[in-house]
C-alpha cells in the first residue's frame, strides 16, 4: 500500500517555501521580501532549515498519511532526508534554473521565475515519488 501524504506535504512545501515565490528571508535589500523571484544561498539555507522544521513536524510528529492502516511504528528519516536534500538541490537558481530568465537553462544565477519554479516543482514531484514511492526508501531510527 502507497503513502501518498509524505509526496504530498513535501511538494506543497517545496512550492510554499521557494525563496522568492511567495517570500524570500532574508532578502537581498531588506530583511523580508516578498514575490521578488530573487534568491540567494543564504536564504536557500534559511528556507532550508524552514522546511526541514516542517517536514519534521508533519511526518514525524503529526504522522501524516494518505492510506487507511498505519503500519509506520519507528520514525522514518527517509520522507524528511530525501525531501530537504530535492529542496536544496532543485532550489530554482542555486544550481540551475529551467527555464532560465534570459537562457533555457542558467546556472547558479541566483535568479527565478514563475515557469522555472513549476518546472522545479515537477522534477521534485517526480525524484521523490520514486524514492519514497516506487524504492521505498526507508531509513527508521529507533
Not at 502507497?2 to 511538494?11: L, M, N
Not at 530568465?101 to 522534477?123: C, D, P, R, W, Y
Request: glycine share 8%; with cysteine.
Amino acid at each position: 500500500m502507497s503513502d501518498w501524504g509524505p509526496v504530498f506535504v513535501a511538494v506543497v512545501l517545496f512550492i510554499l517555501l521557494t525563496p522568492g515565490l511567495l517570500i524570500q528571508f532574508p532578502g537581498k535589500s531588506r530583511c523580508i521580501e516578498f514575490g521578488n523571484f530573487q534568491t540567494s544561498g543564504l536564504s536557500i539555507l534559511v528556507h532550508s532549515i524552514i522546511y526541514f522544521a516542517l517536514i519534521c513536524i508533519f511526518f514525524l510528529a503529526v504522522r501524516v498519511h494518505m492510506y487507511s492502516r498505519n503500519f509506520l511504528v519507528m520514525a522514518d528519516w527517509a520522507p524528511v532526508l530525501v525531501g530537504v536534500v530535492l529542496f536544496v538541490l532543485l532550489s530554482p537558481g542555486l544550481l540551475f534554473s529551467f527555464p532560465g530568465n534570459s537562457k533555457q537553462l542558467e546556472f547558479g544565477s541566483m535568479k527565478t521565475n514563475g515557469k522555472a519554479i513549476a518546472v522545479h516543482t515537477l522534477l521534485f514531484f517526480a525524484i521523490y515519488a520514486v524514492f519514497i514511492l516506487a524504492i521505498h526508501l526507508h531509513i527508521y531510527t529507533g
